[in-house]
Structure formats: C-alpha cells, structure tokens
C-alpha cells in the first residue's frame, strides 16, 4: 500500500467538511492518493476512484487492472460513488482466480489507510464468484465492523444481492450476528436485512411476510446501541409500509414484553411511518 507518511494533527482531527465544496485541496489530494479516510459524506463524495486506484494499484503491483477500471467507470450510466465502488471492487473480485491470491489480495485492502480501498475489498468479497453466502459473511465480519461509518454500510450492501439470493440461510447465518457483543455486527445483521432498504433492491419476501425477519430482530429489541436501535426502527417502518397490522402487534408485545427506554425509543420510531397516516382520531 501507499506509504505511511506524517499527516498534520489538524488534518488527521478534522471534523469533516460541510459541503463538497468545501473540502480542502489538500484532503482531496491525501483521500486521492489512499493516505487519509474520509470525516464524513461530503468527503466521500469528492474522492476520485479512478485517480485513488491509480495511485494505489500499481503499488501493490496490480497496474494491469487499471485499463478494465478506467472503462468500466467510464461506462457507467449512473456513476454514482456506491456504483464506482461496486465497479472496482468487481474488476478486484475477478482478478485473482486462485483462492490464496484472492485472500491475500482482500487482507492488503482491508489494511488500508483508506476508507474507500476498504470498500472496494467488501466489494471484493460480495461479488466473488464461487464463494458461499457463508464464507462472504465470515470474510465481510472485520469490514462489517469497520471503525469507518462508510466502510460498514458498503460491507452490507456488497453482499445485499447474495442475502436476496439466499434469504432464509441469511437470516439463519446472520442470527450470530444479531447477538455479537459488536453493536456494529448487530446492526449488520439488521440493515443488511432491512424489507425496503436504502439505494438497494427491496426484499420483496420480507415486504410480504416479515416475520422470519423476528430471528434477528428480536434479540435487538431493547438493544444498548443507538447504532442499532435506529436500524431495527427502520426495519420495522420499512415492514410497516406493508404490513402494518403486523408490526403495530409486534410493537405492542414489545411493551409488554420489554418495558425499557431502549425499547420504547425502538417502538416509537417504528411506527412513525403509521402515525403519520393515520386518521388525527385514531392516533
């Protein structure tokens, strides 16, 4: 990987910047050359992928993948970065057909200052041929509790399309998940499962029956972590768009069940979506 050289304390503890715009030049050249992970949204953004493998590939001896790289970014109809992501994380899943380079090829990745090399080895893992849904999982676990918010949310959504393929050996593989002292892990196991989800395509089997989605969510009901409290809210408002009756009873055992803040905050939020639709008198 890039070399590891000296970067300023106040580039290192800065907050992030408020617009793309805003960005310093000098963020943009240390996030484009793999030696900085982006503060926030507005950072991610602005990180070029082509210029980011270009300076990181060839280090890593890997310059022959370039040429693919370069088309497939310039093909995209939405080049949208989450899209740019997947694109080379795709080109690095295929490029290493014996199984030791391919692992060795996603521990150097995953060692990497940047948040976006990183992402590109959870793309690595989601789309690589002949791996089980179970071995995709095992290897995402380090990147699905990445200390880097970005990187976590590639991590689910690399594997989203595998999850939708397998759903009910999903959900029993990720039960391990839903009950790691990792809150990162916890919420893995909820977001990846979300029925409607965020920029990804729908679980249609839990939009009509969410309740083999309970596996996972269960455990989490009066969970510690904010993190996760807010993704098993969002499951549940998710799920209410088409089933209401169901989650309405859900929240209702909860309270019961669960008499805490922690559950309270959950039942609150997931239900948002229903107390704003429904009649003023019957709220």
Known sequence: MSTRVPIPDSILQRKGARTTAEVPAEVRRLLNQGLLESANLCEWLVIDQLVLAENVLP?????????????????????????????VGRTLALAFPEAPAFHRAVQTLRASRSDVVRSWAAYMVGLRPGLTLADKLEHLRPLAADPNMGVREMAWFAVRESIAAELPLALDLLTAFARDP??????????????????????????????????????????????????????????????????????????????????????????????????????
Not at 66 to 75: D, F, K, S, V, Y
Not at 243 to 255: F, G, L, Q, Y
Request: hydrophobic share 35%; with cysteine.
């Open 59 to 87: 280090q890593l001896g890997w310059s022959k993948l370039l040429p693919p790289i370069r088309a497939g970014l310039a093909a995209l109809k939405t080049p949208t970065a989450p899209k740019r992501t997947e694109l």
């Open 182 to 283: 990792d809150p990162n892990l916890r919420r893995f196991a909820s977001e990846a499962t979300r029925p409607r989800g965020v920029w990804c395509r729908h679980l249609t089997p839990l939009k009509t029956n969410p309740i083999p989605g309970l596996v996972l969510l269960e455990p989490l009901k009066s969970d510690p972590s904010l993190y996760v409290r807010n993704s098993v809210a969002n499951w549940l408002n998710d799920a209410s768009k088409s089933c209401p009756d169901w989650v309405r009873s859900v929240c209702r055992r909860w309270e019961q069940e669960s008499p805490t803040r922690e559950t309270a905050y959950i039942v609150r939020r997931a239900q948002r979506t229903l107390n704003k639709t429904a009649a003023p008198g019957l709220r």
